[in-house]
């Protein structure tokens, strides 16, 4: 019978990432993810995730819906940069630095696989429309929405490759907004 | 014997477009590609493409390397934003009016497979990348770069979009150059 495993989402994940970065991708199968996951079944694996690839991709509706409530409970003087940086702000703090290391080992996971790579370039794009339709929905229009949280997300994904490629005691929301700063800087030098 | 097919690859694209528009992606075999593309064989298919789903991406190589050629032969003073645009000139300009029909039957059959849009969407980021990358090779600063090269490949995409929705008689340029022109605008007012 279906039994309460206490963490098992988050286990599964992390020994999913090990066993990738270990083994290769291909070659790992739901079994042993389960049982790096001390002693979880295939079953448990399957009461989480769709299927292999998935564990990997978990977070993307939390992730959406994150961004979504940042920028509706937002000031309503809010420019569009602003919003898209609160939106950075709710997501980036939803990581503890104990997700830096998993990171890191995606990171190397995703370098070679270019099936885990297109998926990754989608969860990406799926953020930047959630940012994007939260944007419309407070009367940004369109392109400035789409460009606004374009930048939200470049700088999100940008911070989070900085963060998983050092080793210093910063949080994932101070590189985000060193990184959104930059990138806000750069576009006033476009022209 | 391999013998030599006047505008085959041309005719497989089409054919394939038509197909997958007709029956599905999924349903549809090379044999038949080969087959409604005039009666080729599937040996000549894989003389050009890969497999099914490289038929629809096969112009990856040949745009990225029209937008790294329009920036690198740039004249010196051109801003980032001027260079993105003569990029984005040069790609549109390499559409024939007679690929909107094509253009129009792939966003149908994008619109029905997730697979094909995520591989559409790493067919887009490596368009960017290689703006981008051209722009640093002028040593346009890395964050200016990719943000230059974004609006481009953003307004070739969304030009693309509207060029297959619509019926008039502009060309692809036009649309990219009004597409380019709205996405300018939307930058000023960020913030």
Known sequence: MARWEPNARERLVR????????????????????????????????????????????????HNRIVAEAIAEAPAAATPLELASLALDALASSFAQDRRDIGRRLRAVLANSAELRERSASKRAALSEAMAQALRARDVPELVADLAAELGTRAFYGAFDRWTSTADQRTLVEYARQMFGELKAAVSVLE
């Not at 090990?18 to 739901?30: I, P, R």
């Not at 079994?31 to 448990?44: M, Q, S, W, Y």
């Open 15 to 62: 020994a999913a990432v090990e066993l990738f970065a270990e083994q290769g991708y291909e070659a790992t199968t739901v079994n042993e993810i389960a049982e790096r996951a001390g002693g979880l079944t295939k079953t448990t694996f399957f009461r989480h995730f769709a299927d292999k690839r998935e564990v990997l991709f978990a977070g993307q509706e939390i």
